[in-house]
T-cell receptor, first 114, second 116 residues
């Protein structure tokens, strides 16, 4: 099992450019999540998908959109990148959104917006 | 409101000495609590979790944590630090939001340095 995979690993964008971060999991999990990690701020939830066909906003959704393509895949799109979106992005999955299920994380995408 | 406080942003220990990483939480519900570890340029890996069973939880790599409801704490310990333990550690609280979905809050992390 590969677990949770993310592409790309690194990306540099100019302000105003768009891009999509891809995430896939092979654990047959129902729920998937996108986080951003910034120094001194821990991880903050951008969007999540409790199950295939549903998506909901997290703590910091502005400037992002998501698509739950199927049960395996959950993508994050930046329509018009801004320097404030420079961050490390992590995708995660879990069996369920019930509170005691742990999340499994991908290796991250390091994004720089200039 | 749910919150997590990791009391130390950096902890430095000598190899072979005990590790203590402190975490306090607040939650209006009976939460689940987790510790994750992140090695440099890697994703997060689950160390251990508490889900209302035994209050002393054992995890991987010799780590354990004790849930103390009266103190709203979930400190992470290890009897003897190893060089490979140098990483960043995140305390996480999870309960349910008003819609019945999991609400997860991460602490800001504690960087553990292990000195040879």
């Amino acid at each position: 099992n590969a677990g949770v995979t993310q592409t790309p690993k690194f990306q540099v964008l100019k302000t105003g450019q768009s891009m999509t971060l891809q995430c896939a999991q092979d654990m047959n999990h129902n729920s998937m999540y996108w986080y951003r990690q910034d120094p001194g701020m821990g991880l903050r939830l951008i969007y999540y998908s409790a199950s295939e066909g549903t998506t909901d906003k997290g703590e910091v959704p502005n400037g992002y959109n998501v698509s739950r393509l199927n049960k395996r895949e959950f993508s994050l799109r930046l329509e018009s990148a801004a320097p404030s979106q420079t961050s490390v992005y992590f995708c995660a999955s879990s069996e369920s959104t019930w509170q005691n299920y742990e999340q499994y994380f991908g290796p991250g995408t390091r994004l720089t917006v200039t | 409101a749910q919150s997590v406080t990791q009391l130390d942003s950096h902890v430095s220990v000598s190899e072979g000495t005990p590790v203590l990483l402190r975490c306090n939480y607040s939650s209006s519900y009976s939460p689940s609590l987790f510790w994750y570890v992140q090695h440099p340029n890697k994703g997060l890996q689950l160390l251990l979790k508490y889900t209302s069973a035994a209050t002393l939880v054992k995890g991987i790599n010799g780590f354990e944590a004790e849930f103390k409801k009266s103190e709203t704490s979930f400190h992470l310990t290890k009897p003897s630090a190893h060089m490979s333990d140098a990483a960043e550690y995140f305390c996480v609280v999870s309960d349910l939001n008003s819609g019945g979905y999991q609400k997860v809050t991460f602490g800001i992390g504690t960087k553990l340095q292990v000195i040879p």
